[in-house]
Structures are given as structure tokens and as C-alpha cells.
């Protein structure tokens, strides 16, 4: 005889309670393949647990932007934000498609040189640039931007007997209505060190001051910010025309447009609220467009959008270890994959999928990791259909910061898989091992065990 | 001719008819007194225990939504599910916190034969609670001073400024006059729990309450609008009883937001009279007060006209409404069985 | 580990617990489980007919009896 379908034995207390922001948010669905590869074929080929990375997601969301700014506006250069996902792999696929490398280490600098991307079009960013680096980006004519006075003072110093001059801009701070005020980045705007920047370098006659940048936060969920910037910059570079006769190039609006994560203490989720990368194009265009620049003497317009560009290119599959009952009740499982690797959960809200059929039951939950730690978790509160032991798991939109702010730590670091446009898969960087990790150590002759 | 409105079904949130009413119950008799037998009303609930639910000789049915925090998706599919139990003709949503989403998926709805009447996203925002300093200095409103408050810095910045007492207010709702700083703290740390933040430190202003039901056209005029001086409080700041009242300020007061906002839709202005004398914006909630089916007793039926207009009628704007109407709230234990709470809380129907 | 006496169970999965007043609802296997319960018959007859029925290793089922109890414990409905 055909046996019966079993579920996990459950009862739920029915509640009664006040509406407040911690709702249960339900609507699951089990999420079986990404771009057609299955889940299941991915872990069994790479290990549990893998990162993910679709190609076509990738390209989409670049040509969206890109199509978003120069249908708006004629001179638009992107330029891609290596901090958010240096994996060589990921950053030809946004040279291939005609971004700039936007770097913001020495380290980061070496990257792009190696992945083949001409001095010319690597932004050099960042307050902790050495005396090493900024040579090496003034031997390679590559675009500076300046942090911070004693960095203008060094440049100076190293420009001197230059035949060619290196080519800079300057970073600004400002007042744009948000909370927090970036100000520790650049030279501020408001009280005039920006303009005194300006003028020293356009006085000095060793450098060429071609562009102002900014940036005015991360994860902005206003689009009237950066219309502020946006004046805010113009206004200084028609002032550099006026009054010292001097033309800027180009205005660097920076990143920070937010993918459409939840945010931590968000009432309402990221997929409604988050404003849409044409929203963010619009008010940027139309301030520049109509601040009283010279029809044909519009300056570039760079962006460096990274999160918004790769987020939702990025998954996390991992597996269920185990599942707990905490003393108050509550439900609980453990995954194999820690905050270690997944660093956006200590700020985002992430959606999680069981990867496999499911009973209709859920059950509020909190997911841990597999570290011996008790920050390790990575949702401390979802509605969850009954986990087993094995079954699998996928984190949705990791593709930013995740595999760049990760640590070895406890536990070695997964291997990331990119999925190609035509839905091969490729192992873009390998899982760490043991070796790996102990290749850079050194013990003493006298600790030496392995004699 | 047939009666056009011969078999209406009206989808209202907001059963909520406890010590914080929600407006949900008063919409729904407003509704009644014009529509009566014809008109099917459907509940929209978030929580097993809204009164409104168990009131089954005022909501036909009721079935639960998801929270607004599941988002627009969720709601869309939910919505769809009820209009093919009920065909819906029209929902007029009654919560703050569901607005943004209602207003997202007007459209879909409109595709699926559902009316509403509710204001733009600009609109909603310009009236929050983080944007109302602004609007106000820059229409040239009376309201009071505020300050942000992310951290618990914040709160004696907005002390240094503001003195004591001063209201510490949640991004949606709820609010606190607090006259110490132990007080303040206790405030944010709840709000904090929540809602989140920003929470709003707001000077505090003495004088009499008076609040303004409304409805505005889109196009910058108000189609009827009623102001109540409130004659009871509760601690929680709600009206518990008021009277209905006249005044040339006051009707220019909401006159001139309709304009500067060409609100559509319900709403509610929360105004301070000090001793000078001079009107004070205190909150403008976008949708009908819990004490609405006061403007139908005072000869402007609120709910109806929207209902009206929203499901394409023209309504005339009202010229006049009756001063001197009182109401009086009060409290009424209904018995149901525990039955129908679990019916509700696992089924989401009832 | 015996049920309380006077928990009060209906038809479509709901559990009444009329010495607090809580309510549960069950998925179909929870309200299969306080039947038998109810009924007085032992673990091991209760586990020997699951097994019998579904489609469930006797592991899974002795851990899933195991959370089940937690379950009913943290829940206030057993005989202490």
C-alpha cells in the first residue's frame, strides 16, 4: 500500500496583537533555479555553500543604468565600483560592457591594471592613498581625486618636475538633506575649503584640476538628494569657468543609489519603497541639464554605482544543519553559512527560499550560522515553512560587498560560480582550503612539530 | 431609472474600534445610511481581535490582509483572491501605514474593476510627519518646530531647543507629550520598537484642539470639509467627544491646503489654537478621522461623497454644515464565541 | 507525558485550552497526534501507526516526537 505524504508534527498559538512594523511576511515560494540551473545541480558541483553570480542579471542591470543616463543626457561614463565585488570575473564582464574601473587601495588600483583597464580610465579614490600609489596612478595618467589637503600637499610635491601634469579632481562633502552628513570624505562644501582646494590647485600650475566628485551617502532612498549635488557641483564648476577661467570636465556624482534589499527597522520592503535607477537618472540629468551650462558644453557625467549594478545578481545557496527549539519556544535553524561570509546581514532584512517543495505551515524563526559565536545570525526573525536537516536553502540579492567584506574566519570561504547568458557555469574563484590559508605562515624552528 | 447603487460591495480597512479607533467602523456607517440594504461590506482586517470583525450586522464578511511590510505583491494577490469571492466596487482604506501600498497598486486595482480615491505619493509624503516643518514654511502654515531624532543624542539637542514638555512622535502613529527627559528616552525606545525611525521631537504648543475632516477633489479644492473642537481627551490624545464648529479660519485654513496640495481624498488636519489666536498644523492624517460619521450628522456625508465620486458621479462641493453637533464616544462589550477568533486567525476569513 | 484531560480539540485543527484560554490552530499530523493522545494510547502506538501510514523514517519521527513534546510543553497543554 502507497504510504501517505508526512509533515513535521506543528501547532501555532493564535495570536492577537497590535499592528506594528514586525509582520509576518509570508508569500513563499520555493526557489528551485537560478537563470534554469538548479539549485540542487549547483551545490551537488560546487559545495554548500556557494555564491552565485548571473551574467545576464549583471548585463541588465548595467545596461538599464546605462540607458537610464545617456537617454537623458549625452555625455555619460560609468565607471564600476571595485570595492563592491573585485572578483576579476565580475569586473571584465562590466569592462566588456564600457565601464571605467573606479578604485579605492593601492591594492585595488594593481586589480584593475591587471584586468587590463588603461590608467586613463581608473578613477583613483579614497582618503588612504600612499606615496607608492599615487605615483604609480600619476605614471599611468590616471584620474585622482583628492581626499583631503595633506594628499593635495604630497601631490604637489610629487608633481613638480613633471612634464606632464597629473590630471585631478577634487572630492566634496556636502550638505544634500540626508542623515547622516557624509563629511568625513573630501573637502566640504558649505564653509569654502572646496574652493580653496579649487583655487590651489588651479594656482599651483603642476596640476590639472579636471572634474569634482561626490558622494553623498550609501543606500539613498531619496532621488531629491542628488538633485541637490548635482547643483551643488555645477554651481562650483561654472564658478571655476567665471572666475578663474578654468574648464572642469567632468562631475562625478559618485554611487550610493540602494538595491531593493530590506533594510533593518524598515517598515515597508526594499521591492516597494526604493527609487528606481531612472528615478536617480532624472533628477541627476535635469539639474545638470538645466543648471545654464552651454549646449555643446555640457561637462561628462560619471557614476560610480556599484550595489545597485550586481545585488540582485548575487545569491547565497547553502544547506540546513539543524533545527533548534530556543527556551522561549521559538524555532530555530542552523544553516552552514555564518555572518562571516555574508556581512549585509548585519543590515539588511535578506530574503531567504527554501530551495524545495515545502508544507504550507510556516513558523517565525530565527536562522543562525554555523559559527561558535553569538553574533552569527542572519535573520533574527522569518516566517519559515519547516526546515529539515539537508534541505537547502538560497539568500537573495548578496552580490554586493559579500564577496569583498568577507572573512576567513572559523570556517574557510565557499567558491563563487557565475552563471553565464548561456547558462553555463564557470568557477570564478575556488573554495579556500586549508593550504590556502596556512600558505602565508611562518613557525619558528623552535615551535616546529613536522621536523 | 434603476438605482445604479442597487448592489454595491465596499471593501473598508480600519475595524479597529478600540481606545485608538480607526475610522474603518465609522466609514462603514456613514456607507450604511445613504446605501443601506444594497451595500455589502467587506472587512479588511490585519489582526484577529479588530472589533469590526465581530460585528457581523455592520461587515458582511471580513477576510485578513497581509501586513503592509509583505509588501505590494502580496497585497495584490490577496486583493485578488477577495474581489473574486466579492467583485468589489470600490475600497477605501483606512490605516496610514497601508497607504503607500494602496496607492502603489491603484492601478491594478482600477484593471480589476475596483475604484479608490486616494491621494498621489507626493502628496503623501509632503504631509509626513518628517516633511511637515517644510510644507508648512514653505506655504506659509503655522507648525510647530521639529527635530529628527535617529539616536538618543538626538533627543537633547530637541530638549535644548524645545524645553520641557515637548511630544515625541512615531513615524506613523502614536504620540507622546513628555516633561522629562526620562520620559523622552522611555518615548523613543517604544516608537523606536515600533515604527523605527526617524521619530519626530515636536515643540509642544498650548490651546484648544481642533481637528478638520476633509475631502479634497485633486484639483485643489475641498469638496466638503467639517471642523470639530474636541471637548473630551483621552490619555492617548483622542477625541472621546466634540462638537462640530464653524469658523472662516478654519475652512481657509484647509482651503489653503487643498490648494497648496491638491489633495485627493480623505483627510484630517489636527490644529492647535494658541492664545494668540494663530492655527497651528499639528498632523495632517491622509484619510477620514475615526470621528467621521460626525460630518454626516452635520449634513456632509464624507464617506458617501467619496464613495460617489470615486465610482465616477459628480459631486457637487457642500456648501454649509450644521455647528453645534455633539458626539459622544462610547465603549460596548459585543460577545462572539471563540470560535469565530479562531475561524479568523487561521483562516483569514470569517 | 500525558495530555491535559479537559484541552478541547474541533474538527478543523483547533485546540481550545478553556484553563487559559489559549487557542492553536495544528497542521493535519499535530491534529492526528492529540486524537491519539486523547484517546489514551502510548507513544510507542502512536509512532508504530504513523510509521505504518506515511512516509517517515522511524529517525525522523522519534526527533520530530521529541520537538512535538517541546511543542505541547512550551504550549501549557501536558500533565506535569
Keep these: 500500500m502507497e504510504k501517505l505524504p508526512y509533515e513535521k508534527p506543528y501547532i501555532k498559538k493564535l495570536q492577537a496583537g497590535a499592528l506594528n512594523k514586525f509582520g509576518s511576511r509570508t508569500g513563499l515560494q520555493p526557489f528551485k533555479s537560478i537563470d534554469g540551473v538548479s539549485v540542487k545541480s549547483l551545490i551537488e558541483n560546487y559545495g554548500s555553500p556557494v555564491f552565485v553570480l548571473s551574467e545576464k542579471q549583471i548585463r541588465k542591470n548595467y545596461r538599464a543604468a546605462y540607458r537610464a543616463f545617456s537617454t537623458r543626457y549625452p555625455k555619460v561614463q560609468f565607471a564600476w565600483s571595485y570595492k563592491t565585488n573585485y572578483l576579476n570575473a565580475v569586473c571584465q564582464i562590466f569592462h566588456q560592457e564600457g565601464s571605467w574601473a573606479e578604485v579605492v587601495s593601492g591594492f585595488e588600483y594593481r586589480k584593475a591594471l591587471g584586468n587590463g583597464v588603461p590608467g586613463n580610465k581608473i578613477i583613483f579614490n579614497g582618503p588612504g592613498k600612499s606615496i607608492n600609489d599615487l605615483q604609480l596612478a600619476i605614471e599611468h595618467d590616471s584620474l585622482i581625486h583628492i581626499d583631503h589637503f595633506d594628499e593635495l600637499n604630497l601631490l604637489l610635491t610629487l608633481s613638480k618636475n613633471l612634464v606632464n601634469k597629473p590630471r585631478v579632481a577634487i572630492r566634496i562633502n556636502m550638505d544634500t538633506g540626508v542623515y547622516p552628513l557624509w563629511d568625513r570624505f573630501g573637502f566640504n562644501y558649505e564653509n569654502g575649503e572646496a574652493w580653496s582646494a579649487v583655487t590651489k590647485i588651479t594656482g599651483s600650475g ?97 557614476l560610480e554605482s556599484g550595489r545597485v549594478l550586481i545585488d540582485d545578481a548575487g545569491y547565497l545557496l547553502g544547506t540546513v544543519i539543524a533545527n533548534k527549539r530556543l527556551a522561549n519556544g521559538k524555532g530555530a535553524a542552523i544553516v552552514d553559512f555564518g555572518v562571516n561570509i555574508l556581512f549585509t546581514s548585519f543590515w539588511y532584512e535578506h530574503q531567504v527560499s527554501p530551495a ?23 535573520r533574527e526573525s522569518i516566517n519559515l515553512p519547516l526546515l529539515n536537516p539537508g534541505d537547502q536553502v538560497v539568500v537573495h540579492k548578496v552580490g554586493a560587498y559579500n564577496m569583498t567584506q568577507w572573512m576567513q574566519f572559523i570556517t574557510l570561504r565557499p567558491a563563487v560560480v557565475l552563471i553565464d547568458e548561456k547558462l553555463r557555469t564557470h568557477l570564478i574563484r575556488k573554495n579556500e582550503t586549508l593550504e590556502y590559508t596556512a600558505e602565508p605562515e611562518l613557525v619558528p624552528a623552535h615551535l616546529n612539530n613536522n621536523k | 431609472m434603476a438605482n445604479k447603487y442597487a448592489n454595491l460591495c465596499i471593501a473598508v480597512t480600519g475595524l479597529n474600534a478600540n481606545d485608538n479607533p480607526g475610522p474603518g467602523m465609522a466609514v462603514i456607517r456613514c456607507l450604511k445610511e445613504c446605501f443601506r440594504d444594497g451595500l455589502r461590506i467587506i472587512g479588511l482586517s490585519y489582526e484577529s481581535l479588530e472589533p469590526g470583525i465581530y460585528l457581523r450586522d455592520q461587515v458582511n464578511k471580513t477576510y485578513q490582509l497581509p501586513y503592509p511590510t509583505e509588501g505590494t505583491a502580496a497585497l495584490v494577490e490577496r486583493l485578488a483572491y477577495i474581489n473574486g469571492q466579492e467583485k468589489l466596487d470600490l475600497i477605501i482604506p483606512n490605516f496610514d501605514s497601508e497607504l503607500f501600498n494602496f496607492i502603489k497598486i491603484a492601478p491594478q486595482l482600477q484593471q480589476m474593476g475596483i475604484a479608490t480615491y486616494l491621494p498621489t505619493h507626493q502628496q503623501l509624503a509632503l504631509r509626513d510627519k518628517v516633511n511637515l516643518k517644510n510644507f508648512g514654511t514653505k506655504n506659509g502654515f503655522y507648525v510647530p518646530a521639529d527635530h529628527k531624532l535617529y539616536t538618543t543624542d538626538d533627543i537633547k539637542k530637541a530638549a535644548d531647543e524645545f524645553n520641557f514638555p515637548m511630544v515625541i512622535k512615531g513615524k506613523f502613529y502614536d504620540a507622546y507629550v513628555v516633561y522629562t527627559m526620562d520620559q523622552a528616552l522611555k518615548a523613543f525606545h517604544q516608537l523606536y520598537a515600533a515604527w523605527g525611525v526617524p521619530i519626530i521631537a515636536q515643540q509642544y504648543i498650548k490651546g484648544n484642539e481642533i481637528n478638520i475632516s476633509a475631502l479634497g477633489d485633486g484639483n485643489g479644492y475641498n469638496i466638503s470639509l467639517v471642523a470639530m473642537r474636541k471637548l473630551y481627551i483621552t490619555d492617548k490624545g483622542k477625541a472621546w467627544a466634540g462638537v462640530t464648529i464653524k469658523d472662516d479660519k478654519l475652512t481657509q485654513l484647509a482651503d489653503n491646503f487643498a490648494r497648496a496640495s491638491n489633495w485627493k481624498g480623505g483627510y484630517e488636519i489636527e490644529v492647535m489654537s494658541d492664545a494668540e489666536g494663530h492655527l497651528y498644523i499639528l498632523e495632517i492624517n491622509p484619510r477620514f478621522p475615526a470621528w467621521v460619521y460626525l460630518t454626516a450628522a452635520a449634513g456632509q456625508n464624507q464617506p458617501v461623497a467619496l464613495a460617489k465620486i470615486a465610482m465616477g458621479e459628480g459631486v457637487e462641493p457642500y456648501a454649509d454644515y450644521q455647528a453645534g453637533k455633539l458626539f459622544v464616544r462610547y465603549s460596548w462589550d459585543h460577545i462572539a464565541d471563540i470560535a469565530d477568533f479562531q475561524q479568523i486567525s487561521a483562516f483569514g476569513e470569517l | 507525558m500525558k495530555l491535559k484531560s479537559n484541552i478541547a480539540t474541533s474538527e478543523n485543527g483547533f485546540i481550545f485550552n478553556p484553563a487559559t484560554g489559549d487557542s492553536f490552530s495544528g497542521n493535519g499530523m499535530a491534529a492526528q497526534l492529540l486524537e491519539a493522545m486523547k484517546s489514551g494510547k502510548t507513544e510507542d502506538d502512536i509512532k508504530q501507526d504513523i510509521l505504518s501510514r506515511y512516509e517517515v523514517s522511524e529517525s525522523q519521527l522519534n526527533s520530530d516526537w521529541d520537538n512535538w513534546m517541546l511543542q505541547l510543553k512550551e504550549a501549557n497543554l501536558l500533565e506535569i
Design chain 1, 206 to 302: 603642476s596640476l590639472q584640476l579636471v572634474g569634482l566628485h561626490c558622494h553623498i551617502g550609501t543606500y539613498m532612498l531619496s532621488a531629491d538628494a542628488y538633485g541637490i549635488a548635482a547643483n551643488k557641483l555645477a554651481e562650483l564648476a561654472v564658478r571655476c569657468q567665471t572666475e578663474l577661467n578654468h574648464k572642469i570636465e567632468y562631475l562625478d556624482l559618485g554611487g550610493g543609489f540602494p538595491s531593493t534589499n530590506t533594510l533593518k527597522g524598515a517598515y515597508l520592503p526594499g521591492n516597494d519603497t526604493v527609487p528606481t535607477i531612472d528615478d536617480f537618472a532624472e533628477v541627476i540629468t535635469s539639474a545638470l541639464l538645466n543648471f545654464g551650462f552651454a549646449n555643446d558644453d555640457l561637462p561628462l557625467l560619471i
Design chain 1, 356 to 378: 524545495q517543495d515545502f508544507a504550507a505551515h510556516t513558523e517565525n524563526m530565527v536562522i543562525y550560522g554555523p559559527l561558535c559565536m553569538n553574533i552569527d545570525v542572519i
